[in-house]
Nanobody
Framework: QVQLVESGGGLVQPGGSLRLSCTAS????????MGWYRQVPGKQRELVAD???????NYAESVKGRFLISRDNAKNTVYLQMNDLKPEDTAVYYC???????????????WGQGTLVTVSS
């Protein structure tokens, strides 16, 4: 019913930039929180950044000052602008959305399939 589609991952050199996009589609009533998580094999998935429908933003300490999260509510899209990328940013990045589908109260926690970001020289 709800699908999150991510784009923008790829290979970049240290210090480079990428912009990830995630668009939610389907019978969506309202998206409350959207965020980006990342995971490296052998490590826990971690929150990178999230943003509520009201604009409250959280960043992981490791990305503060380098990454910017934003959303376009009209497009059901969340973005992650990643600047000054470091090798340790290499991970699969997953889009997440806490939303109601169809009507208020039909809550689900939706995930994208992930997009790989590789930071390497």
């Amino acid at each position: 019913q709800v699908q999150l589609v991510e784009s923008g991952g790829g290979l970049v050199q240290p210090g480079g930039s990428l912009r990830l996009s995630c668009t939610a589609s389907g019978d969506i009533y309202q998206i409350y929180n959207m965020g980006w998580y990342r995971q490296v094999p052998g490590k826990q998935r971690e929150l990178v950044a999230d943003i509520t429908d009201g604009g409250r933003i959280n960043y992981a300490e490791s990305v503060k000052g380098r990454f910017l999260i934003s959303r376009d509510n009209a497009k059901n899209t969340v973005y992650l602008q990643m600047n000054d990328l470091k090798p340790e940013d290499t991970a699969v990045y997953y889009c997440n959305a806490d939303l109601d589908y169809f009507s208020h109260g039909d809550q689900m926690d939706a995930w994208g399939q992930g997009t790989l970001v590789t930071v390497s020289s």
